[in-house]
């Protein structure tokens, strides 16, 4: 008896052990705080705003499509900037895969706000967290919910065209493919239909809703022709035409996008598909009744795609210029 009691203890001992060495891996993969440049660079915070609210004063689109940025970015090897690497002929970044190509902007906007910073603190900001600011920002500037951006993010030497290609839901996904991609990234289901109401905000091609407008029935009828009269039905015909993700207000960050859904007007296939019947349905009417309900899952959900795999410690490098490594 007192031999097992003290194999016993020994078992709660190790156990112990391991659960401890557990959490102290699961802590230093995550880095990331919300006061990572409080001494180093208290400034950047600033000079984000300042050019992220001019550029959004000079195009409303552009809060938009830096949101977009940030999530094509985290779901490609993490929020490590390894989309804003430009190609070259001995390297193929990610700007040309299919869900970025002719579609994601706004580089420019990235490299005003990384000269900005680099004068203000050489060498300091990774363009990783410039990302995660400048989508906090976009999403305030056009009356979106404010939170605090865990930073700390180092920037990729590498980048993935396949990842871009593979891991970005393509808008012909139905709500099992959304769910799985997402959960790929250890986002959940909840966090997928919150962060989806991004879609309140920003355009989007003929070629991306062509055949939700023209082949789908759970589309309102009014709403298919209007969208149809801008996109032809032919494939190469107005590819690049582009419509309101959100039909009401497309520059104003609240929570009409899942009152479009509601009434079957979700300009995406895969829109459409949070509210079709299926799992999500509630989630989407608890959004309609509350606009507050939304606005904290959507915090959470950006907190959660921003800790996606990031570049900490010493790994990866602060690049000096946001489309090329050192
Ligand atoms: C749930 C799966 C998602 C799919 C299938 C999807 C798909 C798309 C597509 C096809 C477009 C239009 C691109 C074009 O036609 O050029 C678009 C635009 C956009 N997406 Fe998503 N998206 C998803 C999730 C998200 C998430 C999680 C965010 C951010 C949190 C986001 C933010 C945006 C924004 C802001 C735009 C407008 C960009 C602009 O006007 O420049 N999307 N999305
Ligand atoms: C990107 O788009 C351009 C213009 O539509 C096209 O010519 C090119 O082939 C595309 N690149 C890839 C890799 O698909
Ligand atoms: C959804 O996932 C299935 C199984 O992985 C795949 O065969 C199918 O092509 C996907 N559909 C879309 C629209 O992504
Ligand atoms: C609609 O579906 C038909 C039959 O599958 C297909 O031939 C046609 O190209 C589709 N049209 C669009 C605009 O997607």
Known sequence: MAASAAAARRVVALLV????????????????????????????YGAVKSVVESAIAKEKRMGASIVRLFFHDCFVQGCDASLLLDDTSSFQGEKMATP????????????A??????????????CADILAIAAR??????GGPNWD?????????????????????????????LTSLFAAQGLSQKDMVALSGAHTIGQARCT???????????IDGGFASTRQSGCPSTSGQGDNNLAPLDLQTPTVFENNYYKNLLAKKGLLHSDQELFNGGATDAQVQSY??????????????????GDVTPLTGSAGQIRKNCRRIN
């Open 208 to 218: 991306n809703f062509r055949a939700h407008i023209y082949n789908d029935t759970d």
């Open 100 to 111: 970025n190509n002719g579609s994601v902007r706004g580089f420019e906007v990235i490299d």
């Open 17 to 44: 052990i391991l659960v401890l060495l557990a959490l102290a891996g699961a802590s230093s993969a995550q880095q990331l705080s919300t006061g990572f440049y409080s001494y180093s660079c208290p400034g950047v």
């Open 137 to 142: 920002d976009s999403v305030v500037t056009l």
């Open 149 to 177: 951006v865990k930073v700390g993010r180092r920037d990729s030497t590498t980048a993935s065209f396949s990842g871009a290609n593979n891991n970005i839901p393509p808008p012909s996904s139905g709500l099992a493919n």
């Open 288 to 305: 309609v009744s509350s606009q507050s309900a939304f606005f904290a899952d959507f915090v959470t959900g950006m907190v959660k795609m």
């Open 113 to 126: 706000i990384k000269s900005a910073v680099e004068k203000l603190c050489p060498g300091v900001v990774s």
